[in-house]
């Protein structure tokens, strides 16, 4: 199954709303992660079941969307928001990630 | 608190062999699956394998199947990547990955280098 992110790169200032978009491509239900990544760090699980926020995220992280089409938001974008984040499916082995998408301080 | 940490990485030739290690602390072992998840220099995430909680299912990306092997010795805690056949294209860093479904822990990571 492949995922594609919409976006592939964003830039965007400190207190913007940011939506991130993944589109599989063929339904997947709700077995859908979202990760963040920083630069030289491993990556971070934020969503899981694509709406559900992973024990000590902050709310401003949200996910939804089920089947095909996905997305992430950031309601109020923070400094230590800027990563790569990546969406990643597990209803169907191999699993798979999505390509990333860069979030850049404008 | 959970803790991952892997070993074995270094620079390997072509057609060689490597046999990663992740040591698990901080959880019960014998509770989760198990995976491995990679990196190569400046891309994206790469899911490899993953480990039944007993080590009764194993699956493995196309990439790699028939080369590599995960395993794991709950009796140490601990977790394997076999890496045979090592190509060019393996060339990572390589993730250990807690698996409640979803990895909800991760390794620092440990870099395979595949050159002559």
């Known amino acids: 199954i492949q995922l594609t992110q919409s976006p592939s790169s964003l830039s965007a200032s400190v207190g913007d709303r940011v939506t991130i978009t993944c589109r599989a491509s063929?339904?997947?239900?709700?077995?859908l992660a979202w990760y963040q990544q920083k630069p030289g760090k491993a990556p971070k699980l934020l969503i899981y079941a694509a709406s559900t926020l992973q024990s000590g995220v902050p709310s401003r992280f949200s996910g939804s969307g089920s089947g095909t089409d996905f997305t992430l938001t950031i309601s109020s974008l923070q400094p230590e928001d800027f990563a790569t984040y990546y969406c990643q499916q597990l209803n169907t082995y191999p699993i798979t990630f999505g390509q990333g998408t860069r979030l850049e301080i404008k | 608190e959970v803790q991952l940490v892997e070993s074995g990485g270094g620079l390997v030739q072509p057609g060689g062999s490597l046999r990663l290690s992740c040591a698990a602390s901080g959880f019960i072992f014998t509770d989760y699956w198990m995976s491995w998840v990679r990196q190569a220099p400046g891309k994206g995430l790469e899911w490899v394998a993953n480990?039944?909680?007993?080590?009764?299912?194993?699956y493995y990306v196309d990439s790699v199947k028939g080369r590599f092997t995960i395993s794991r010795d709950n009796a140490k805690n601990s977790l394997y990547l076999q890496m045979n056949s090592l190509r060019a294209e393996d060339t990572a860093l390589y993730y250990c990955t807690r698996a409640t479904l979803y990895a909800d822990s991760w390794g620092q990571g440990t870099l395979v280098a595949v050159s002559s």
């Open positions: 063929q339904g997947i239900t709700s077995y």
């Open positions: 480990i039944k909680l007993d080590g009764s299912e194993r």
